[in-house]
């Protein structure tokens, strides 16, 4: 067994590799059992956060002599929603709720880690999932804006010769945007086990506050702002 400086590196692996299986939480018995994933538990401890939340802030909403709560609510969703519409442009307007949702819980997910949970994003399905979502909108948005006879020209476009092209890199763009996201965020999560298992008193918590803060942020920024770009390029007018 190798060791230096008294740490074991097998302990050290075994360790990172426990960290990082996806664990069972209970199973569905269902024809052979369906598994539910840690990462679809904590989901679903998100969306029941952000229900209550908003069951809470929409309420006694007023034209007139609106409460501090409301204005701030506003002034939040109207910066998101010019935010957006920056990106997206003003065809893509419709899809904004869609780019708001997905970032309010990529940034929880990755949020949620400083509270002792594990972040869904962790989970390859779940990155995976999001990208397919992302860019099935993104397609979506295409075909409603140009027609579907138009979009399968614009496969064609600006020569035919790069139709195979354009077809595959339909494919290409959910593939980059689930590795993108899952690699930063695996990547964070495994220096910050490293930083806890080396030196687990001090040192991780100012690199908690860049890793499972900002760069949690960050990734969640990244995910929704390529996702806008796609979408500005499939709804605007040729």
């Known amino acids: 067994m190798n060791e230096k400086g008294g740490i074991h590196t097998e302990e050290i692996a075994n360790d990172l590799l426990e960290a990082l299986n996806v664990h069972t939480v209970f199973t569905i018995p269902i024809g052979g059992g369906i598994p539910v994933y840690e990462s679809v538990v904590v989901t679903w401890i998100i969306m029941a956060v952000f229900t209550i939340l908003a069951i809470i802030l929409v309420r006694n909403l007023r034209v007139e002599n609106v409460s501090k709560k409301q204005l701030a609510l506003e002034s939040f969703v109207g910066f998101l929603q010019n935010f957006f519409e920056g990106s997206v442009g003003e065809n893509g307007r419709r899809y904004i709720p869609y780019l708001i949702t997905v970032a309010l819980y990529i940034g929880a997910s990755n949020?949620?880690?400083?509270?002792?949970?594990?972040?869904?994003?962790?989970?390859m399905n779940v990155t995976a999932a999001l990208a397919l979502i992302s860019i099935v909108v993104v397609e979506y948005a295409g075909i409603r804006q140009k027609g579907f006879k138009n979009w399968l020209k614009s496969l064609a476009q600006p020569l035919p010769i790069l139709a195979p092209i354009n077809i595959l890199e339909i494919f290409i763009r959910p593939l980059s945007l689930c590795m993108r996201l899952f690699g930063n965020v695996l990547g964070a999560f495994v220096v910050m086990e490293l930083l806890k298992i080396l030196?687990?008193?001090?040192?991780?918590?100012?690199?908690?506050?860049?890793?499972?803060?900002?760069?949690?942020?960050?990734?969640?920024?990244?995910?929704?702002?390529?996702?806008s770009l796609y979408l500005k390029e499939a709804v605007e007018e040729e």
């Open 199 to 227: 030196l687990p008193v001090f040192l991780p918590v100012p690199f908690s506050l860049y890793f499972d803060v900002f760069d949690g942020l960050i990734q969640a920024y990244v995910f929704v702002f390529l996702t």
């Open 111 to 123: 949020l949620i880690g400083i509270l002792g949970f594990t972040s869904p994003t962790k989970d």
